[in-house]
């Protein structure tokens, strides 16, 4: 099997587990492409991106141009002369010219189990939207957004219990695996890719703050869908006597539940030790962790010792001044 030199271009923390799989085969990894540095928190220092940490640590070549198309880093590419161009998490469709340049073309890890869900949050919109799968999907890169053919794809079963964070840590390394496989098939020659159904596409666009905001007016699993797929990030939050507060864990609503709810949608119905009940359009919904502006997270029930609360109190679910 021959061994493949690969440019890497990746950002976040989901790249990693893949890095680390190629850098102990036998190809070779000649350097990685991230973004430019941004600023981050609020004194705004510049900090590198994970991908960026990981290639400081393994002292790897590192490029991070503003543009894809500039000459000069076009010109730094060809001389490199690259096997294969891998992504995964970029966060940018590559322009027709770099999809041209390695010998064996370029290929992508995305986190679905396309052609549902493309786009930049597979994660999240599939938990949100409370799908039973997700998966790891390895494409050839064309111009449209991750539209290209299949190499190679698994799916992954979504528990009614799995946070964002959670799937996002088995696709990663379920993604790594794959994407070794696709590099090997390369390697040897037998790799083959069949076209996407588009038909059966579905799309994951980039989360809005809207999307963050809990409606209390849906169902109690529409919202406990939307706490657990925003869990660890962004997090979903409401709004409590014109502050925000932070939303992150509930308990799976009762499928066999009968009662409904007879008070108004985001009111708080009942408090405990160790959490608190809102109404909802349906069934009350249980929340046990929660996390004031400026707080650390706390379960339901400190909270609700620290802000006073009792039922009747309402949650808004949308900002006041």
């Not at 027709?96 to 994660?123: D, F, K, Q, T, V």
């Not at 809207?210 to 962004?234: Q, T």
């Not at 939050?237 to 609503?253: D, E, Q």
């Not at 608190?276 to 996390?291: G, H, I, K, M």
Request: proline content about 8%; some cysteine.
């Amino acid at each position: 099997m021959k061994a493949l030199k690969i440019i890497f271009m990746g950002t976040p923390y989901f790249a990693l587990p893949s890095l680390d799989l190629l850098d102990r085969s036998d190809h070779h990894i000649q350097a990685l492409v991230v973004p430019p540095d941004r600023p981050y928190g609020r004194g705004g220092k510049e900090r590198p991106t994970p991908v960026k940490e990981w290639a400081l640590k393994k002292s790897k070549e590192i490029k991070q141009p503003k543009k894809l198309t500039d000459h000069t880093f076009l010109e730094w590419l060809r001389k490199k002369a690259p096997d294969l161009i891998i992504t995964a998490a970029f966060g940018k469709v590559l322009p027709a010219i770099l999809l041209e340049l390695p010998a064996l073309g370029c290929i992508n890890l995305h986190a679905s189990y396309l052609p549902y869900y493309r786009g930049a949050a597979p994660i999240h919109r599939a938990i949100i939207e409370g799908a039973e799968f997700s998966g790891a999907s390895i494409i050839k890169m064309s111009t449209e957004l991750d539209a290209g053919d299949i190499i190679i794809q698994e799916k992954e079963e979504i528990s009614p219990f799995d946070t964002a964070g959670m799937l996002h840590d088995r696709l990663a390394l379920r993604g790594a695996a794959l994407l070794l496989r696709a590099v090997d098939a390369y390697a040897k020659g037998t790799a083959a890719a069949v076209p996407q159904d588009h038909d059966r596409a579905t799309y994951a666009p980039p989360l809005s703050r809207e999307d963050e905001r809990l409606k209390w007016n849906s169902s109690s699993v529409k919202i406990y869908n939307c706490i657990r797929g925003l869990n660890p990030w962004p997090g979903a939050y409401t709004t409590f006597k014109g502050k925000r507060l932070k939303v992150w864990r509930a308990n799976r609503p009762d499928p066999e539940r009968k009662s409904h709810c007879r008070e108004n949608p985001g009111t708080i119905i009942s408090v405990g030790e160790d959490y608190l009940t809102v109404a909802t359009a349906d069934f009350p919904l249980t929340l046990t962790e929660l996390q004031p502006a400026g707080k650390k997270q706390m379960n339901a029930g400190s909270f609700c010792c620290g802000y006073h609360i009792k039922p009747g109190h309402i949650f808004n679910g949308e900002e006041q001044s």
